[in-house]
């Protein structure tokens, strides 16, 4: 098995527990059991870390690609750092929006920011990528 399947696997196991982590969380907190908060503070802080441990791998696999463009690249490592910021904030932002403490629409109205650039410099990178095949034919 190669290591790139291998940490698909891992990253694919870490994100089934941490949501599961997340999922039993908001039950507890529905049906008002104990430990809901601990739960859900655990999940939600924890899919930011594996959310960043993804984009720090997928920066790694994208930089190392001979294949693609500089600008390709450069946009797309952009993007993903964009995005993981943008999906932390976001996460952060539920989190402290489902425990009722202060600060969380503002959190996550700044992660909806951060997505704004992120999917724009998807698009360009998406829009170079076609424009190089077009080129090639």
């Known amino acids: 098995m190669s290591s790139h399947r291998k940490t698909n696997i891992l990253f694919i196991i870490l994100a089934s527990v941490v949501g599961l982590c997340v999922a039993l969380g908001g039950l507890f907190k529905i049906m008002h059991w104990p430990g809901s908060n601990v739960l859900i503070v655990l999940g939600m802080s924890s899919a930011c870390y594996v959310l960043i441990g993804f984009v720090i791998y997928r920066c790694i696999i994208v930089g190392k690609d001979k ?45 909806a920011v951060f997505a704004l650039p992120a999917l724009v410099s998807t698009i360009i990178a998406i829009a170079n990528k076609n424009k190089k095949k077009q080129l090639n034919n």
């Open 67 to 111: 294949t693609k463009p500089a600008i390709y690249k450069a946009f797309g490592i952009v993007a993903l750092v964009l995005f993981a910021m943008a999906g932390s904030m976001i996460l952060v932002g539920a989190m402290f929006c489902i425990m009722h403490w202060p600060g969380g629409r503002i959190n996550m109205i700044m992660g």
